[in-house]
């Protein structure tokens, strides 16, 4: 039986991966982006566009969108990489980054919970960058900072929807061949999805609030 599958930030990159490659499942695929890529337009999935999940009115847009669909699994995977130190300091790059990478995954989730059932799972798209623990070279205050604050959202999520049965997966897709980072990876887009693609289908309630990478590897706070 197709699975309703939501996914964020899905008009490139990772996003448009994880939407070919739960499609090639079999499933249905609510992609949300604020302007759709022609080549998530040609992919078949129902297309959610004009979704900011930073703003209240990108918010209901994807609700309204999404008013009769139970969800099976929800991936959050909007964000954005911005780069600063102490020698070159924005702190508007920084909230920025906090608005897009950690707020806004939390507020889809609140948004949408209504629509999410036993059994149903959540998949947080976040980074290694944000584990304390990994961090050897310092710097990227706000891509740092908003993902440990979105690990520890994810945490507390997974407790919160326990006694739901609501899995959270918390995943860093690794060095990942996109727009973001110049195509300067070492995987592809599409081999990232197909192992993010297998990590969300095999989650289980015991693995909820775990931090893997891609590869299967459980990662440091």
């Known amino acids: ?16 991966a994880l939407t070919k490659s ?19 337009v040609d992919s ?3 297309v959610i566009d004009g979704v900011d999940v930073t703003t209240e009115q990108g918010l209901a847009a994807l609700a309204s969108a999404l008013t009769s669909v139970k969800i ?24 920025e980054q906090f608005d897009v990478n950690a707020l806004a995954p939390l507020q889809v989730v609140h948004a949408l919970e209504s629509k999410l059932e036993a059994g149903s799972k959540i998949a947080m798209i976040t980074s290694r960058m944000g584990s304390i623990a990994d961090n050897s070279s310092g710097g990227r205050f706000g891509y ?4 440990a604050a979105l690990n520890i959202a ?7 929807l326990a006694s739901r049965n609501i899995a959270v997966g918390i995943y860093h897709p690794g060095y990942v061949q996109t727009d973001m980072v110049n195509h300067g990876g070492d995987i592809s887009a599409a081999e990232c999805a197909q192992r993010l693609t297998k990590l969300m289908n095999d989650l ?12 299967g590897e459980k990662l440091p706070w």
């Open 44 to 46: 078949q999935a129902k």
């Open 22 to 40: 739960f499609l090639d499942l079999g499933d249905n695929v609510y992609a949300a982006c604020r302007q759709p890529s022609q080549a998530l």
């Open 144 to 147: 740092r900072m908003s993902k």
């Open 1 to 16: 039986m197709a699975r309703n599958i939501v996914i964020t930030g899905a008009n490139r990159g990772i996003g448009l």
């Open 204 to 215: 289980t309630m015991a693995e909820s609030g775990v931090f893997r990478h891609s590869n």
């Open 72 to 95: 099976d699994i929800l991936i959050c995977n909007a964000g954005i990489l911005r780069d600063e130190n102490l020698s070159n300091f924005n702190i508007n790059t920084i909230t």
């Open 154 to 160: 994810s945490v507390s999520l997974a407790k919160d």
